[in-house]
C-alpha cells in the first residue's frame, strides 16, 4: 500500500506545471561607461597600428593588432554595438586584412574582410559611410581571391 501511495504522489508531482522561467535580468552594455573607453581604445591602438604600417613596421603593427583584438571583439558582443564601435572594430579589421595580406596570409585575410562586408552590408540606415566601407571590404575581398 505505500508503494502505491508513493507511486501515486510521484505520478501527481510529475504532472504539476513547469516554473515559470528565471528572469533574466539584461542590460545594456553599450550604456555602461567601460564600453565608451573601449571603443576609445580600439580607435587609439588602430591608428597606431596604422603609424607603424606606414613606416614599414608590420611585426610591431600585428603585434598591437592582437593585443586590442580581444577588446574589439567584446565591443561587438553588445546585442546592438553603437556605430562608433562597429567603425573602430571595422577600422581595426581593415588594417589586420591589410597586414595579413602584406604577409601573404590571403585566405586569413578573406576571412577578416568578410565582416566588414556582414556589418556593413546590413547597417541602417544606409549611409555615404556605410557604403564606402562595404565597397572598400568587398574590393579587398576581390584582391584577396585574386591571390588565392
Known amino acids: 500500500m505505500r508503494i502505491f501511495v508513493t507511486l501515486a504522489a510521484a505520478l501527481l508531482i510529475s504532472c504539476a506545471p513547469a516554473p515559470p522561467p528565471a528572469q533574466q535580468v539584461t542590460t545594456d552594455p553599450t550604456a555602461e561607461a567601460g564600453y565608451a573607453l573601449a571603443i576609445q581604445q580600439v580607435s587609439t591602438i588602430t591608428r597606431q597600428a596604422e603609424e607603424l604600417v606606414k613606416a614599414g613596421k608590420f611585426a610591431e603593427a600585428s603585434a598591437l593588432i592582437s593585443q586590442i583584438q580581444p577588446l574589439s571583439n567584446h565591443l561587438m ?21 591589410r597586414v595579413l595580406m602584406h604577409n601573404n596570409r ?16 546590413n547597417q541602417k540606415p544606409r549611409t555615404p559611410d556605410a557604403e564606402r566601407r562595404y565597397k572598400a571590404a568587398l574590393d579587398a575581398i576581390a584582391e584577396c581571391d585574386r591571390h588565392l
Open 77 to 97: 558582443e553588445a546585442p546592438r554595438p553603437t556605430l562608433a564601435a562597429l567603425e573602430a572594430t571595422s577600422d581595426l579589421d581593415d588594417l589586420y586584412g
Open 106 to 121: 590571403y585566405g586569413w585575410a578573406r576571412d577578416t574582410f568578410q565582416k566588414n562586408v556582414i556589418r556593413w552590408k
